[in-house]
């Protein structure tokens, strides 16, 4: 971990809007259990509507980002600001 100073131009809850160094355009921050929402959504949304390639891939980007930022969080020894549902990872 390391710490550096970041552009902040909206701090507004679940709509975080910073620039991190070296980047030439700002993100979005999306905190860990708005993302894991998302993927809950997603996944209904894939149950739903079968075999559609736009929504699984979706999908995948996004359970890509959970466990990207799951990983980061065990090897910090972090807790996950939510409760997991193995539905996710098992398809």
Same mark, same amino acid.
């Given at each position: /971990?390391?710490?550096?100073? $970041?552009?902040?131009?909206?701090? *507004?809850?679940?709509?975080? $809007? /910073?620039?991190? !160094?070296?980047?030439?355009? !700002?993100?979005? =921050?999306?905190?860990?259990?708005?993302?894991?929402? =998302?993927?809950? /959504?997603?996944? *209904? @949304?894939?149950?739903?509507?079968?075999?559609?390639?736009? =929504?699984?891939? %979706? &999908?995948? @980007?996004? %359970?890509?980002? %959970? =466990?990207?930022?799951?990983? $980061? %969080?065990?090897?910090?020894? /972090?807790?996950? !600001?939510?409760? *997991?549902? !193995?539905?996710?990872?098992? &398809?």
């Amino acid at each position: /971990m390391r710490t550096e100073s $970041v552009e902040i131009y909206s701090d *507004e809850t679940n709509r975080a $809007v /910073m620039r991190h !160094p070296g980047r030439k355009f !700002p993100g979005v =921050l999306i905190q860990g259990d708005t993302l894991f929402t =998302l993927c809950a /959504m997603a996944d *209904e @949304a894939c149950a739903k509507d079968g075999s559609n390639k736009e =929504l699984d891939r %979706l &999908r995948s @980007a996004l %359970l890509d980002l %959970l =466990l990207h930022y799951k990983i $980061v %969080l065990g090897e910090h020894d /972090m807790q996950l !600001p939510f409760d *997991e549902r !193995p539905r996710f990872l098992e &398809r």
